[in-house]
């Protein structure tokens, strides 16, 4: 099993810029986290997706964020416009029975 | 809400060394999960331990449910374990509330 995917690794944008971050959860898990992690707010839950359906999204930001599922195995995080602030490594996570596996995580710097 | 406080915050050892972190939480909880976070940023999980206790080679995990703690021991420390170390609750269905983290340096 690969694990969480998540893509990309790193981006580097500049503000005012649209950013796309990627999430393949593993096969078989029907709950999929989005977080965020900066090192003033520690590890914040942005939106909670089981089956596919966003079921908590009280996390998200602003408007500018959003996220989708459109099937089982992937998950995107979109942020348009970018901010500076939104400068953070988001991370993807998935659930089996409990427990949380993370992805490598999405470094964003936003300039 | 939830709180979950974690102790120490910070702890610096020597390769070899044994070691205790603590997680506290403020209500019952239904699931707690302790995660590694690498120097790298990678999050791995290491136990999932709602109750009781369990090991994995040099890492053992003991939850009091009724006490309202976890333990995580770390035994005969290695520099790979520096890091993170962040214990996650669950009280309700499914938003994992993590705490503050305690950092270890672990020093050849």
């Known amino acids: 099993d690969a694990g969480v995917i998540q893509s990309p690794r790193h981006e580097v944008t500049e503000m005012g810029q649209e950013v796309t971050l990627r999430c393949k959860p593993i096969?078989?898990?029907?709950?999929l986290f989005w977080y965020r992690q900066t090192m003033m707010r520690g590890l914040e839950l942005l939106i909670y997706?089981?089956?596919?359906?966003?079921?908590?999204d009280s996390g998200m930001p602003e408007d500018r964020f959003s996220a989708k599922m459109p099937n089982a195995s992937f998950s995107t995080l979109k942020i348009q416009p970018s901010e500076p602030r939104d400068s953070a490594v988001y991370f993807c996570?998935?659930?089996?029975?409990?427990?949380?596996?993370f992805g490598p995580g999405t470094r964003l710097l936003v300039l | 809400g939830i709180q979950v406080e974690q102790s120490p915050p910070d702890l610096i050892l020597q390769e070899g060394a044994n070691s205790t972190l603590r997680c506290n939480f403020s209500d019952s909880v239904n699931n707690l999960q302790w995660f590694h976070q690498n120097p790298w940023g990678q999050l791995i999980n290491l136990f999932y331990?709602?109750?009781g206790t369990k090991q994995n080679g040099r890492l053992s995990a003991t939850t009091v449910a009724t006490e309202r703690y976890s333990l995580l021991y770390i035994s005969s420390s290695q520099t790979t374990d520096s890091g993170v170390y962040f214990c996650a609750v669950i009280s309700g269905t499914y938003k994992y509330i993590f705490g503050t983290g305690t950092r270890l340096k672990v020093l050849a």
């Open positions: 331990i709602p109750s």
């Open positions: 997706f089981n089956n596919n359906v966003p079921i908590d």
């Open positions: 096969s078989g898990h029907n709950s």
């Open positions: 996570a998935s659930i089996n029975q409990g427990t949380q596996y």
